[in-house]
């Protein structure tokens, strides 16, 4: 796996050695747990054996009890461990402790509800939220900082998108999604934390935000098929 440092690529190095002393085999962050990715990312980390630690503090942008049905099984697994908690707030020192990998997850998702006097939450929960995370593993970088970033970068670039188009966002959402990707590069220069930045497009499936177009789109043909 490579991460990117002004569009050049650095290679991540990964041990496959299991800490001692642990029954599991790495421990695991990744917030926005509660949300649609962060659930299924969370499910599979636990699956192949990982500890996870999940934070989430289920933004009401859509219902918060579909949220709670995302984490409820979660809860049931050995090994999760849920804090919920708003990054912008809750002591961070502690639970960087001991963490592998980070998988930032959460973030103010929707595009349209970016403007006007909706863009504060933008600023809160995908530019400071993330910039208090990377500042929390300076002292002790992960092996990789895993950032879900959004093809809203991109906004009407010419296609296809690579990672080198220069991205042109369209949106408060793209410019937040944005801003956190640089806020990556910056502690990746300043302080080696080792960033990784994967521009997510639309994602679907179960237990996706009914905000989400896609959901309206995608699942009753998912229900039929
Ligand atoms: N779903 C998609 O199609 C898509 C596309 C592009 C990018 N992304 C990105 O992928 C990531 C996951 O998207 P999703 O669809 O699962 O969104 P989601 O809204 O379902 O999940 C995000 C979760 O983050 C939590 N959160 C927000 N701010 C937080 C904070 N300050 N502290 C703790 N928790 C916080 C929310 O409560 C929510 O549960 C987001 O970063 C999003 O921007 C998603």
Known sequence: MQGYSDGKPYALSWS??????????????????AGFV?????????DAGHEVIGVDCLVPYYSTDLKRRNVAPLLERDG???????LV??????????IDLVFHQAAQAGVRASWG???SPYIRHNVIATQRLLEA???RPPRAFIYASSSSVYGNSPLPMCEDTRPQPLSP?????LAGEHLCT????????????????????????????????????CATS
Request: net charge positive.
């Open 137 to 139: 593993f300076t002292h």
């Open 173 to 177: 959402y793209g410019m937040s999604k």
């Open 186 to 221: 910056l502690y990746h220069q300043n302080f080696g934390i080792p960033t990784v930045v994967l521009r997510y497009f639309t994602v679907y499936g179960h237990g996706s935000a009914p905000t989400w177009p896609s959901t309206a789109l995608f699942l009753p043909c």
């Open 38 to 46: 962060g659930s299924h990312l969370a499910e599979r980390l636990l």
């Open 117 to 119: 006097a909706g863009f």
């Open 16 to 33: 496959k050695q299991k800490p001692s002393g642990s029954t599991f085999r790495y421990k695991r962050l990744a917030e926005g747990t």
């Open 80 to 86: 999760y461990t849920f804090i919920e908690g708003d």
């Open 89 to 98: 707030d809750i002591e961070l020192g502690p639970l960087v402790q001991g």
